[in-house]
């Protein structure tokens, strides 16, 4: 595999003779970029699919906006900054997530729970100045993470009341600690 100085070499003269209108110059310099992207694209992916159309999203990228390229700059820089987002946008459509795995994650979770307990106290505190069915909704899905489906069920209401209750139990909320009129 070529070193990118080599890459570098052998591509910016064909981008720039494409730019001053040489056909056969662009027609290589696609050539040579469709399998320089290919290697790029597979050695990040798992499916030789995805990597072909990655491809071919990139290649009709970089004929798009062939024209904005500066010549003083590294040729093989502006395609691989090209070439990044087209992944990163496969990514975010494929919504895959790199994960690296914590070895031991105890001293980033650690809790502290002196302050864990006074928040308790306050929201508690501001949970008993509204009525007891929408501050209970509100510990359970907000605080406790249950879903609206599980509130309804605990509580026998459907999910549409759940929500209601909600909802209008934060406005509630919101306008006594906001000072505004409490809208219940």
């Known amino acids: 595999m070529s070193s990118t100085p080599d890459i570098e070499a052998r591509l910016k003269p064909l981008m720039l003779a494409a730019l001053a209108g040489d056909k056969a110059a662009y027609r290589m310099l696609l050539a040579a970029l469709g399998a320089h992207l290919n290697r790029y694209f597979t050695r990040r992916l798992s499916n030789p699919t995805a990597a072909d159309d990655l491809v071919q999203e990139t290649l009709l990228a970089i004929h798009t906006r062939r024209e904005t390229y500066d010549p003083a700059q590294p040729f093989t820089a502006w395609v691989h900054a ?22 031991d994650d105890t001293a980033v979770f650690a809790a502290d729970e002196a302050g864990n307990a006074t928040d ?7 949970l008993s100045t509204i009525p007891p069915r929408p501050a209970d909704l509100i510990r359970q899905v907000k ?26 139990g934060l406005k509630a909320l919101t306008a006594r600690f906001s000072g505004g009129p409490d809208d219940r």
Do not use: Q
């Open 82 to 103: 090209i070439a990044r987002y087209k992944l990163i946008d496969h990514f975010r459509r494929s919504k895959l997530r790199i994960t690296l795995p914590l070895e």
């Open 120 to 126: 308790r106290h306050d929201v508690n505190a501001a």
């Open 143 to 168: 605080l406790e993470g249950a879903s609206i489906a599980e509130a309804a069920e605990r509580t026998g209401m459907s999910e549409s009341a759940v929500k209601v209750a909600i909802h209008r």
